[in-house]
């Protein structure tokens, strides 16, 4: 499967917490993200992560065929992150991979994390063959004001305040500021906090949101969410 969606929008945390999830006596999530890894390091790393020596591709794919066979009905799960930055060499080894013992099923489930761009990409025709084998594929889309709003809320309980400390205009400009981005809107929130914190201010301001937004690269230089 594939997943897709702008940087900062909680891909690699959805797939944690969908991971932590599987049952461990039928799936064996492996995941990797050393996106530069070459298609040679690619084989290494997960035979490795098998609990297998690396060495020459044959080796390696020898030593990998075993551990896939030792597994008898646990599942292996590859999850590939940062996808869109392996090289078409790398994808191929591991489309390769999947048909290791084409008599029965495929040899892992294989999950794709990516950026926007990721799923034009592999429909490119150097990569059709792994396209082809994509069951599924979901988009993150930004977050709603109300979920901006939600997550602002659930940050202040984790750290045991029971009632918000961030002004409805502040919140306002949190949402806006951040363009629907999970991870933008809590670096934002954190910088105010601190000013307001500098301030002796017991609520973040309008004016905390701000003063801070110059701050963060992501809002300062425009970055946004690419469109569909």
């Not at 891909?11 to 993200?33: E, F, G, M």
């Not at 070459?38 to 591709?57: D, E, F, M, N, Q």
């Not at 646990?74 to 078409?88: F, G, K, M, R, S």
């Amino acid at each position: 499967m594939l997943l897709s969606g702008p940087n900062g929008i909680g891909k690699s945390r959805l797939l944690a917490h969908w991971r932590d999830q599987l049952d461990a006596r039928l799936y064996l999530p492996v995941a990797i993200t050393q996106a530069s890894l070459s298609h040679a390091g690619l084989l290494s790393y997960l035979a490795r992560k098998l609990g297998k020596p690396s060495g020459t591709r044959s080796t390696n794919l020898m030593h990998l065929e075993e551990a896939f066979a030792e597994l008898g009905d646990q599942t292996v799960v590859v999850i590939l992150d940062e996808a869109q930055n392996y090289n078409h060499a790398a994808l191929e080894e591991i489309r390769l991979l999947l048909g290791i013992d084409l008599a029965s099923r495929p040899a892992f489930s294989l999950i794709l994390i990516g950026d926007d761009y990721l799923l034009g990409a592999l429909k490119l025709r150097s990569h059709r063959a792994l396209y082809t084998r994509i069951a599924c594929h979901y988009h993150l889309d930004p977050w709603s004001p109300e979920e901006i709003t939600q997550l602002l809320e659930a940050s202040q309980q984790a750290v045991g305040l029971t009632t918000s400390t961030l002004a409805p205009a502040a919140i306002e400009l949190v949402i806006t500021a951040s363009a629907g981005l999970p991870r933008t809107a809590l670096q934002v929130a954190r910088a105010a906090w601190i000013e307001a914190s500098q301030s002796k201010a017991s609520m973040v301001s309008a004016e905390h949101i701000q003063k801070v937004i110059a701050t963060i690269p992501a809002v300062g230089d425009g970055l946004r969410p690419s469109p569909d």
